[in-house]
């Protein structure tokens, strides 16, 4: 059973950067596709972005894309969440989440197993 565990989140102002890392503990975790998701108050998760097992270009939402990168490093089993240029619509907590062994990466919440406890990232105008 994966487990992952979330840090990095802050209170930042807009226009400044974070990153976000979640560390995987697993036999199989190089071999999860992992995604990150966030919660605002009120709202439903939604989707990030996500990475395939062997790295390379990550998905991302739209409203994210050219601000943040998701990138993996095996060798620590650890993800990354690289987020820049924040607003204050980026407030909330973030989830990182590992897919089933061997799988796509994905924009669909339901495909994800296991779950961090997610970290609160507040972004101020």
């Known amino acids: 059973q994966a487990q ?27 071999t999860w596709p992992m995604g990150w998701f966030r919660q605002a108050p009120e709202k439903e998760r939604e989707f990030v972005a996500a990475l395939s097992w062997t790295g390379g270009n990550g998905i991302y939402a739209d409203s994210v894309k050219g601000r943040f990168t998701i990138s993996r490093d095996n060798a620590i089993n650890t993800i990354y969440l ?11 907590v ?20 296991a779950w961090g406890q997610g970290t609160q990232v507040t972004v101020s105008s």
Do not use: F, H, I
Request: glycine share 10%.
């Open 4 to 30: 992952l565990v979330e840090s990095g989140g802050g209170l930042v102002q807009a226009g400044d950067s974070l990153r976000l890392s979640c560390a995987a503990s697993g036999r199989t975790s190089s």
């Open 82 to 92: 690289q987020m820049n240029s924040l607003k204050p619509d980026d407030t909330a």
């Open 94 to 113: 973030y989830y990182c989440a590992a897919g089933r062994p061997w799988t796509q990466p994905s924009k669909d919440v339901s495909t994800y197993s």
